[in-house]
T-cell receptor
Framework: SAVISQKPSRDICQRGTSLTIQCQVD?????MFWYRQQPGQSLTLIATANQGSEATYESGFVIDKFPISRPNLTFSTLTVSNMSPEDSSIYLC??????????FGSGTQLSVL | RKEVEQDPGPFNVPEGATVAFNCTYSNSASQSFFWYRQDCRKEPKLLMSVYSSGNEDGRFTAQLNRASQYISLLIRDSKLSDSATYLC?????????????FGKGTKLSVKP
């Protein structure tokens, strides 16, 4: 199994500011995935981050709002830009597991005031 | 119709009880299926994959019915530590695990 370190674990931010979430994996992985889990909702994929190419965004998510970096095979960042209270959510990074499914980081609990 | 649908619960059961969760999925071409467990304020963790022949891991049994597009999870001899939200997850397109579709989860509370 992969060990994924995600930080910050939580933050409280002001409207209009941006927050960058970091995700570090203990092994090299081709793809990293960024999810959002809004209160009472299921996990929703934001984008897939591939090293050496632009991230692939899912419907409803755009690069200007959620820019992603993937500088190497063990690290990725997700930025939540120009935040509003609607962005309050848990953000999770993940990587593929060897038996299928995903391993998740511990998540970032974001509250926007 | 939602892609992956689960009874949200909560299921409140006494220790030692047997409890079953059901999940339906809408895409008949779905390739692989999983149950995840998510504790309060924690990340989801893979509990078990679900195979066509059904599979068992200790007190947990998962079954898949492709004809009815239905997945189940059975927990026998419930423990207090089983209290969590159980997520039904379906890979709708195959290939990359980025195609996973998550249900909203079923909350289980096991009481002494």
């Amino acid at each position: 199994s992969a060990v994924i370190s995600q930080k910050p674990s939580r933050d409280i931010c002001q409207r209009g500011t941006s927050l960058t979430i970091q995700c570090q994996v203990d092994s090299q992985v081709t793809m990293m995935f960024w999810y959002r889990q809004q209160p009472g909702q299921s996990l929703t994929l934001i984008a897939t981050a591939n090293q050496g190419s632009e991230a692939t965004y899912e419907s409803g998510f755009v690069i200007d709002k959620f820019p992603i970096s993937r500088p190497n095979l063990t690290f990725s960042t997700l930025t939540v830009s120009n935040m509003s209270p609607e962005d309050s959510s848990i953000y999770l990074c993940s990587v593929e597991g060897g038996v299928g499914g995903l391993f998740f980081g511990s998540g970032t609990q974001l509250s926007v005031l | 119709r939602k892609e992956v649908e689960q009874d949200p619960g909560p299921f409140n059961v006494p220790e030692g009880a047997t409890v079953a969760f059901n999940c339906t999925y809408s895409n008949s071409a779905s390739q692989s299926f999983f149950w995840y467990r998510q504790d309060c304020r924690k990340e989801p963790k893979l509990l078990m994959s679900v195979y066509s022949s059904g599979n068992e891991d200790g007190r947990f049994t998962a079954q898949l019915n492709r004809a009815s597009q239905y997945i189940s999870l059975l927990i026998r001899d419930s423990k207090l530590s089983d209290s969590a939200t159980y997520l039904c997850v379906v890979n709708s397109l195959g290939g990359s695990q980025g195609n996973l579709i998550f249900g909203k989860g079923t909350k289980l509370s096991v009481k002494p």
